[in-house]
């Protein structure tokens, strides 16, 4: 926070409420002193449900094992901010900013991302599943392996990513960019890859039953040997051992 802002009251009203309705019911407002100190203080073991925290500064903060259920983060700075281990249920961070933010074994479940800045933001161990990405450029993220199990990335961009050991299954990337990204080992049991450009991605030791490659272009891309013979079987090829 800014120094000269202390004392300075920050509302954070139940999500969906306006701006007005929250002034007249004086529900969840807090001081500074309730907020994630900048000053790496961590703010720790917190529970808040239905809030809006669309118009406080988390720069910087630092927060650990706290839980978030249904809140708003819509257009929320969070910038450098560090988060460990905590659990974002259903919460909203369209037009969020969390440039060179650090995430350590957090779970952001079915929450929103949409036109959220996510530059140099890290997810490590993370878990992300049913969370949908609109139009998000995760390509200038790090992911680091993690649970990213029915994640909507439809028309994603995540060209060039490093994404090795990263669980997909079930993930949605119909359209998405996935050109010369780093795969291997990840998990796409049952992904949906429909028009997805994959030129150059390396998919060796990859997970990739119940995938349908029919109608994908494939030049380009790095499959192991196993890989290869499944892929040509589900283009109902007739895999022989020579001389049978």
């Not at 903060?61 to 460990?84: D, K, Y």
């Not at 992911?143 to 909507?152: E, L, T």
């Amino acid at each position: 926070m800014a120094n000269g802002q202390k004392g300075r009251v920050v509302q954070t009203r139940p999500a969906g409420q306006t701006q007005q309705e929250g002034r007249l019911e004086n529900r969840g407002c807090h001081t500074l002193s309730d907020v994630p100190h900048t000053d790496g203080t961590p703010w720790q073991g917190r529970d808040h449900v239905e809030e809006d925290f669309g118009d406080v500064d988390l720069t910087e903060a630092v927060l650990q094992a706290c839980r978030f259920t249904r809140c708003s983060f819509r257009g929320a700075r969070l910038i450098e901010t560090a988060t460990h281990r905590c659990s974002f249920v259903a919460c909203d961070f369209r037009g969020a900013r969390l440039s060179s933010s650090r995430h350590d074994g957090s779970q952001f479940l079915t929450c929103q991302f949409g036109m959220t800045e996510l530059f140099d933001a890290r997810f490590d161990e993370c878990k992300l599943t049913g969370t949908t990405f609109v139009e998000v450029d995760l390509s200038v993220a790090r992911v680091i392996r993690g649970d990213w199990s029915y994640v909507n990335l439809r028309h994603g961009s995540l060209a060039g990513m490093a994404l090795r050991g990263v669980r997909f299954s079930d993930a949605d990337f119909y359209g998405s960019d996935l050109r010369r990204a780093d795969l291997r080992d990840a998990d796409l049991s049952r992904a949906t890859l429909a028009t997805a450009r994959l030129a150059g991605a390396d998919l060796r030791g990859a997970r990739l039953a119940g995938v349908d490659f029919r109608g994908l272009e494939l030049k380009g891309v790095r499959l192991d040997l196993p890989q290869a013979i499944h892929v040509a079987r589900r283009y109902g090829a007739l895999v022989e051992d020579v001389d049978r």
